[in-house]
Nanobody
Framework: QVQLVESGGGLVQAGGSLRLSCAAS????????MGWFRQAPGKEREFVSA????????QYADSVKGRFTISRDNAKNTVYLQMNSLKPEDTAVYYC???????????????WGKGTLVTVSS
């Protein structure tokens, strides 16, 4: 019912920046919130950031506060993740997630993209 496509991943040196995009299609009227997660090799998927479509609220993991910024363009059903001051430990596959209704936590999503790889070299 909803499809998500991430883009913007790639290889960047430590201290550099990347901007990820996630475009939603399908039953986009059902979007309540969208966010970003990441999974590094050998680790579990972790929450990065999320934003409520209507309320304008945002949330960030402690590990990225002050470095990453989530933004959105509701008219385009797209969310972005501006990543600055990247570190090698930020290397991971970054996944876009979408929630169709209110949840008790930003970490709960109903749909997922297939991911985009971000590699930060030292």
């Amino acid at each position: 019912q909803v499809q998500l496509v991430e883009s913007g991943g790639g290889l960047v040196q430590a201290g550099g920046s990347l901007r990820l995009s996630c475009a939603a299609s399908g039953r986009t009227f059902s979007i309540y919130a969208m966010g970003w997660f990441r999974q590094a090799p050998g680790k579990e998927r972790e929450f990065v950031s999320a934003s409520s479509r209507s309320g304008g609220s945002t949330q960030y993991a402690d590990s990225v506060k002050g470095r990453f910024t989530i933004s959105r363009d509701n008219a385009k059903n797209t969310v972005y993740l501006q990543m600055n001051s990247l570190k090698p430990e930020d290397t991971a596959v970054y996944y876009c997630g979408l929630a169709t209704r209110y949840r008790s936590s930003y970490s709960i999503m109903d749909y997922w993209g297939k991911g985009t790889l971000v590699t930060v070299s030292s």
